[in-house]
């Protein structure tokens, strides 16, 4: 049996240079296991709290550590539960779910590496998937807007998704794409055009909406690939009907496969409208409205809101809470795409995970920035 013996947790920069949470978590036998947390932007109101980076240092060291010191790390469920009742709240605002996820984080990497088994391979085990899954599709985040980015596009993300399970294949064509993008925005709107936002996608200075789905299509001419839309409408001010024909367009004109919180997070009728009308050609993902929490994923399954869901790991706090809401998912027959934050470390772990859960698919950005590489090189390792 492997015991917690010490956490000590500080502050790191990153990919924002906000100060986000690290820890090292010092086993019974001495062995260090480091985790850090990832952060979004866009963040949907309803997701568990995390609080500030110094509040979550002292939360682990006051109250956690003297809770959880001498567990057995692998007693995953166990452990969880015990995070659970410690904070208290329905939320995690007590302690934080960046606090709280971080223990539950390097619980599952010690066990891992005291288990002997690569942590995707851990992560199967614990997730109690009925039959080994292929490997997630890679959806990548090429073109930056919204929230990420300094430019006038209100949709905050588009993705190319290439029509393959095999990560090499998957890489090498996100990799062309990716680089004739560049390209194609340096030759047409200059250099500028090639700065990129917060998850590693460019960030032409745009203002129409479909621009960038005219240049992904040309980049993307010879290749396998579907596209996609993050709206994160939550943060756009335009009306439902302007974005309903902006969807009809996309769809129309370039095939959207893909369409993830087309409308405000607690508009699940409007969510509702969407699948039925494109559900059949499209993924109709929730995000911001499901946020990872099986009530909320309830809700949206009673009203027939979505045909896919985003798994984020730190939006419900522990690793338990993920795993059931991937598993939830399953009973509902939705696709499942687990996902990064816009705010991100080097941290790989959550290449890991959505291998592990058999997610149908994996959002790790563009294959740029250190932060994005390091989940894209982690994919290409597990292979
Ligand atoms: P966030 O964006 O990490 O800033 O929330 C990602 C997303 O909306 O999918
Ligand atoms: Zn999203």
């Known amino acids: 049996m492997v015991r917690i013996k010490d956490i000590k947790a500080s502050k790191i920069l990153n990919s924002r240079s906000d100060w986000t949470l690290s820890i090292e978590m010092l086993l019974g036998d001495g062995t260090p296991i480091r985790v850090s947390v990832p952060e979004g932007k866009s963040s949907g109101s309803h997701e568990a709290a995390s609080v500030g980076v110094e509040e979550a240092i002292n939360n682990i060291e006051k109250i956690i550590l ?19 009742r410690l ?12 606090a709280i996820l971080a223990v539950s984080m390097a619980a599952v990497r010690a066990s891992a590496l005291k288990a002997g088994v690569p942590l995707w391979q851990y992560i199967r085990g614990i997730a109690r998937l009925e039959s080994p899954r292929v490997r997630p ?17 209100d949709i905050q993300e ?47 200075a745009l203002d129409n909406n479909l621009s960038p789905l005219s240049l992904i299509q040309s980049a993307a001419e010879g290749h396998a690939v579907d596209f996609g839309i993050d709206a994160a409408a939550s943060n756009i001010t335009m009306d439902k009907n302007k974005l309903l024909d902006l969807y009809r367009i996309m769809v129309d ?12 997070e607690d508009d699940f009728q409007s969510f509702t409208e969407m699948t039925a009308g494109y559900g059949d050609s499209a993924i109709i993902t929730g995000d911001d409205l499901t946020v990872t929490n099986v009530n909320r994923m309830e809700e949206a399954w009673e009203r027939k809101s979505v045909n896919g869901v985003i798994i984020k790991p730190n ?19 939705w696709s499942v795409i687990v996902s990064h934050r816009s705010g991100e470390t080097n941290d790989d772990f959550i290449a890991d995970f959505g291998v592990g859960v058999g997610a ?24």
Request: aromatic share 8%.
């Open 253 to 264: 004109q370039f095939k959207l496969a893909y369409i993830e919180d087309p409308f405000q």
């Open 360 to 383: 149908d698919g994996i959002k790790i950005g563009a294959p740029s920035r250190g932060e994005r590489v390091a989940k894209y090189n982690r994919l290409l390792e597990i292979g």
């Open 158 to 204: 588009y993705l190319i998704i290439p029509r393959t399970h095999n990560i090499r294949e998957s890489v090498d064509i996100i990799h062309a794409v990716y680089h004739k993008l560049g390209t194609i925005c340096n030759g047409k709107y200059g250099h500028s055009a090639c700065l990129v936002g917060d998850e590693g996608g460019y960030a032409p």
């Open 87 to 98: 904070d208290g709240t329905p939320n995690k605002s007590r302690l934080g779910a960046n």
């Open 137 to 153: 599709r890679i959806f990548a985040n090429v073109i930056n807007g919204g929230l990420h980015a300094g430019n006038a596009l």
């Open 315 to 333: 939006q419900v706090g522990t690793m338990t809470e993920a795993i059931e809401a991937v598993r939830r998912a399953r009973d509902y027959g």
């Open 66 to 84: 003297p809770a959880v010191r001498g567990f057995d790390v692998s007693d995953q469920p166990g452990l969880d539960r015990m995070l659970i």
